[in-house]
C-alpha cells in the first residue's frame, strides 16, 4: 500500500462541512420538497451576456490570431457568463462522487456485485481509486455523498452520509423508488452543494459510484430521449454481448412495468433511476442557482443531466461535458444536451475521472484569458 | 502588464545550461555532421517490450474494471516503453519552442508580418505569450532555440542562440537552405535535447514560432506523402480563402523549383523546409535516442515528424501526438504517422500549446498506474 496516499484537502475551505452531516439520513417530505425544488429551479438564471461580451472582447486583444485557441476561448466566455466574472477562477475544485445501490442488479445486468459499492466508497476515500488519485494530481478536494449505499460504509470526515433508502427497488418490477424519495436525494445533491459553496468552491466535477448504474442511466436515456435499450445498452464494467442483450432486455421490461412519461422528469427519474443519480440532478441544478460550473463526466452524470435539463430548461447552456465516455449511449445524451464533450480518451470508468480531467482544460481557458498579454502590452505588430 | 509574470523555472535543474551557449553561431560542416546525424540515428532502439509487459500486468490489477482507464493505460504502457521505467515520471518538464524565419513570407503567404517573429520569441521568454501560460500552469520550463530567426533577439537566460543563417531563403524560387544547414540545425536540437537530459529532464515538449512555417509544414507534407498543395495549405494564422489559394499555388512553384525527392528526408527538409522545423527534427530524434518522451504539438512539429521518421523508423512507435490542430494538413501528418492526438480542441496557435496539454494527460496516465491501489490491496471482490 505505500502507493497509496491519504485522501486530505489540498486547499484549505474557509469553513468545513456541517458536523451534523455524519450519519444523517434523509426521510422524504413530498409537499415541501415540491417547493424547495420549485424554489431551486426559480433561482437558475440565464448566463450574463454582459460579461460574456466583455471576455469575448478581451479574446480579441490577446497575443494571438484571432480564435486561435479554438475551444479555450469559447469556454474562457462560458465561465465569464456561468460565473459573472470577467477574470473567472477555478483554483477551488471539489468533486462529489454521488453514490447508491441499484435493485436491478438482481436481474444479473453488471460484471460485478453490489457488494463491491461500499467498498470502491472507501477505496476512494482511503485514496487508492482513479478519481482519488486523479484529483491529488489536479489539486481538488473529493467528497463522497451516500445517498442510497445498501451496506455499511465506515465512517469518515469526507463522507457525506444521507441515505434516502437502502438502493432502490428492481425497477424491472417496478418504480426504483418513490417521487418523495426521488425528490429528497435530489435535495441532497443541493444541500451538498450548498455546502460546498459556503466553504468556497470554485468549480464542481461531479462524479458517481454505483453498481448497475449503466442500466439506470440507459433506462433514463431510452425513457427521455425515446431511443431503442439495444442502442442506449453498453457494456459497462464488462459485460461480453449476450449480457449486453440481457441488459437491454431488462430495460425493455423495467420501461413495460413503469411506463415513464417523458414529460415528467421527475417521474422518469422515481420509475428508472437511481438514488446518486438524483443527487447528481440536485448538483446541477444548485450548482446553476450558485453560478459555480459543474463539469459532467461520462453517461451517468450526463443521463443526469438530461433529467435536470427537462427539470429546468435554463441549466442547459451552462452544462460542460467533461468527457466522451466509450459506453455508446453516452453519445445520445451528449446530442441531446447539444454538448462536445472536452476530453476523449476512451474512459469508461466513471467516479468523476472524466471530469478531473477536463477541468485542465478548464484552468487553461482561465489562465490564457487571464494571464496572456495584449498585442499592445507585448508591443508585437497585428495582422497585415 | 500586471498579469505578465516573468518566465521562471518551476523546478530546479541539476545543472545549468551551458553558459558558452549564448551568441554561440553554428556553421555547417557537412562531413562531420553527416557522421554525427548517423550516430545520433544508430542510437535510437526499439520500445523496451519487457517493460511494457510489466506495465501492462500492473494495470490489470489495479482498482478498476480492465481497460477502463482506455488511453490512459495505453499511454502508461507507451511511457513505460520508451523510458524502460515500469513507473516512469514525467515531473520535470521543457517545453523547448524552436524559431526560424522564411524566406518565402516574401510572397505574402502569411497574415502577419515576418518582423513579428522576433517579438513573439520576446514575448515567449518574457511570459506573456500563451506559451509561457500553459507552462507556467503546467510547471513546464520553457526553453527558445533561436536556430534561424532574421532578425536581431534580445538576450535572455533561457535563450539558445545557435543562428545558422538568418531566415531561409524563398523556397519559391530555389532551395531553402542548404543542407549541411538543414543539417547544423537539425544538431542544435540534438545539442538542446542533450543539455536538457544532463539537467534531468523527464519530457520534452515541442514547440516552434516563426512567420510563415505553415507554409514550410505544408510544402514538407506534400512532399513527402504526395498530397496536393490545395490539400496541404491551410489559413495558418488567418489568411482568406483567397489567400489560401495563393498559398497552394507558391508551394507548387516550390515544389517545382525543387523537385524534392521523397526518398531523400533530409533533402526535402533542405528544399522545402524550415531551420526551426530542422531543430525539431533533431529534438525528436535525440529525445528517442535518449529514451525521454517527446510529445509534439501540431502542423508544423508533425512535419518535423514525418522526417524525422524518414530519417529513422525506429523513432516512429515513440512518437506522441500532442494535439490535433485545426489546420486541416495536420490530418494527413497525423494519418502518414499513425497517431491520434490526444487533444482536440480546435486549437491553432502552434507555440507548443497543444502539446503542453497533452501533458496533463501524459501526467494522468503515469500517475493512475502509480498511485491506483489494487483490487487485492483495496480488498474489493473482482468481476462476478
Given at each position: 500500500?505505500?502507493?497509496?496516499?491519504?485522501l486530505?484537502?489540498?486547499?484549505?475551505?474557509r469553513?468545513?462541512?456541517?458536523?451534523?452531516?455524519?450519519?444523517?439520513?434523509?426521510?422524504?417530505?413530498?409537499?415541501?420538497?415540491e417547493?424547495?425544488?420549485?424554489?431551486?429551479?426559480?433561482?437558475?438564471?440565464?448566463?450574463?451576456?454582459?460579461?460574456?461580451?466583455?471576455?469575448?472582447?478581451?479574446?480579441?486583444?490577446?497575443?494571438k490570431?484571432p480564435?486561435?485557441?479554438?475551444?479555450l476561448?469559447?469556454?474562457?466566455?462560458?465561465?465569464?457568463g456561468?460565473?459573472?466574472r470577467?477574470?473567472?477562477?477555478?483554483?477551488?475544485?471539489?468533486?462529489?462522487?454521488?453514490?447508491?445501490?441499484?435493485?436491478?442488479?438482481?436481474?444479473?445486468?453488471?460484471a460485478?456485485?453490489?457488494?463491491?459499492?461500499?467498498?470502491?466508497?472507501?477505496a476512494?476515500?482511503?485514496?487508492?481509486?482513479?478519481?482519488?488519485?486523479?484529483?491529488?494530481?489536479a489539486?481538488?478536494?473529493?467528497?463522497?455523498?451516500?445517498?442510497?449505499?445498501?451496506?455499511?460504509?465506515?465512517?469518515?470526515?469526507?463522507?457525506?452520509?444521507?441515505?434516502?433508502?437502502?438502493?432502490?427497488?428492481?425497477?424491472?418490477?417496478?418504480?426504483?423508488?418513490?417521487?418523495?424519495?426521488?425528490?429528497?436525494?435530489?435535495?441532497?445533491?443541493?444541500?451538498?452543494?450548498?455546502?460546498?459553496?459556503?466553504?468556497?468552491?470554485?468549480?464542481?466535477?461531479?462524479?458517481?459510484?454505483?453498481?448497475?448504474?449503466?442500466?439506470?442511466a440507459?433506462?433514463?436515456?431510452?425513457?427521455?430521449?425515446?431511443?431503442?435499450?439495444?442502442?442506449?445498452?453498453?457494456?459497462?464494467?464488462?459485460?461480453?454481448?449476450?449480457?449486453?442483450?440481457?441488459?437491454?432486455?431488462?430495460?425493455?421490461?423495467?420501461?413495460?412495468?413503469?411506463?415513464?412519461?417523458?414529460?415528467?422528469?421527475?417521474?422518469?427519474?422515481?420509475?428508472?433511476?437511481?438514488?446518486?443519480?438524483?443527487?447528481?440532478?440536485?448538483?446541477?441544478?444548485a450548482?446553476?442557482?450558485?453560478?459555480?460550473?459543474?463539469?459532467?463526466?461520462?453517461?451517468?452524470?450526463?443521463?443526469?443531466?438530461?433529467?435536470?435539463?427537462?427539470?429546468?430548461?435554463?441549466?442547459?447552456?451552462?452544462?460542460?461535458?467533461?468527457?466522451?465516455?466509450a459506453?455508446?449511449?453516452?453519445?445520445?445524451?451528449?446530442?441531446?444536451?447539444?454538448?462536445?464533450?472536452?476530453?476523449?480518451?476512451?474512459?469508461?470508468?466513471?467516479?468523476?475521472?472524466?471530469?478531473?480531467?477536463?477541468?485542465?482544460?478548464?484552468r487553461?481557458a482561465?489562465?490564457?484569458?487571464?494571464?496572456?498579454?495584449?498585442?499592445?502590452?507585448?508591443?508585437?505588430?497585428?495582422?497585415?
Amino acid at each position: 500500500m505505500d502507493a497509496i496516499a491519504m485522501l486530505a484537502d489540498p486547499w484549505p475551505f474557509r469553513v468545513a462541512w456541517p458536523a451534523a452531516m455524519q450519519g444523517r439520513g434523509r426521510e422524504g417530505d413530498g409537499v415541501e420538497d415540491e417547493a424547495r425544488l420549485a424554489a431551486l429551479i426559480g433561482r437558475i438564471e440565464p448566463l450574463d451576456e454582459g460579461v460574456m461580451a466583455s471576455v469575448r472582447a478581451r479574446q480579441r486583444r490577446l497575443l494571438k490570431p484571432p480564435g486561435s485557441l479554438g475551444r479555450l476561448e469559447e469556454l474562457s466566455i462560458l465561465l465569464g457568463g456561468i460565473t459573472r466574472r470577467v477574470r473567472p477562477a477555478l483554483a477551488r475544485a471539489a468533486v462529489v462522487v454521488a453514490a447508491g445501490d441499484h435493485g436491478v442488479t438482481a436481474e444479473g445486468v453488471s460484471a460485478y456485485p453490489a457488494a463491491v459499492t461500499p467498498r470502491m466508497v472507501e477505496a476512494v476515500l482511503a485514496g487508492g481509486a482513479a478519481i482519488s488519485v486523479l484529483a491529488r494530481q489536479a489539486g481538488a478536494r473529493v467528497r463522497v455523498v451516500d445517498v442510497g449505499v445498501a451496506a455499511p460504509v465506515a465512517p469518515h470526515a469526507a463522507l457525506w452520509s444521507a441515505r434516502v433508502r437502502p438502493g432502490t427497488a428492481n425497477m424491472a418490477l417496478g418504480p426504483a423508488m418513490t417521487r418523495a424519495e426521488a425528490l429528497a436525494a435530489l435535495l441532497v445533491g443541493a444541500e451538498v452543494v450548498a455546502a460546498e459553496v459556503a466553504a468556497g468552491v470554485d468549480v464542481l466535477l461531479a462524479g458517481e459510484l454505483g453498481i448497475g448504474n449503466t442500466t439506470a442511466a440507459a433506462a433514463l436515456t431510452s425513457a427521455l430521449t425515446g431511443a431503442a435499450p439495444a442502442v442506449t445498452a453498453g457494456p459497462g464494467t464488462g459485460l461480453d454481448p449476450a449480457g449486453v442483450r440481457h441488459k437491454a432486455a431488462v430495460i425493455e421490461r423495467a420501461l413495460a412495468a413503469n411506463r415513464p412519461d417523458p414529460a415528467d422528469p421527475l417521474g422518469v427519474l422515481a420509475a428508472v433511476g437511481g438514488l446518486e443519480i438524483a443527487c447528481l440532478v440536485g448538483l446541477i441544478l444548485a450548482g446553476a442557482a450558485a453560478r459555480v460550473p459543474v463539469v459532467l463526466d461520462g453517461y451517468i452524470t450526463g443521463a443526469a443531466a438530461l433529467v435536470a435539463a427537462g427539470l429546468a430548461p435554463p441549466v442547459r447552456p451552462a452544462l460542460i461535458a467533461g468527457h466522451r465516455s466509450a459506453e455508446g449511449g453516452h453519445r445520445l445524451v451528449l446530442e441531446a444536451l447539444g454538448l462536445r464533450p472536452l476530453v476523449d480518451l476512451d474512459l469508461r470508468l466513471g467516479e468523476g475521472t472524466g471530469a478531473v480531467l477536463a477541468l485542465a482544460v478548464l484552468r487553461a481557458a482561465v489562465a490564457t484569458l487571464t494571464e496572456m498579454a495584449s498585442f499592445e502590452e507585448a508591443g508585437v505588430a497585428g495582422p497585415l
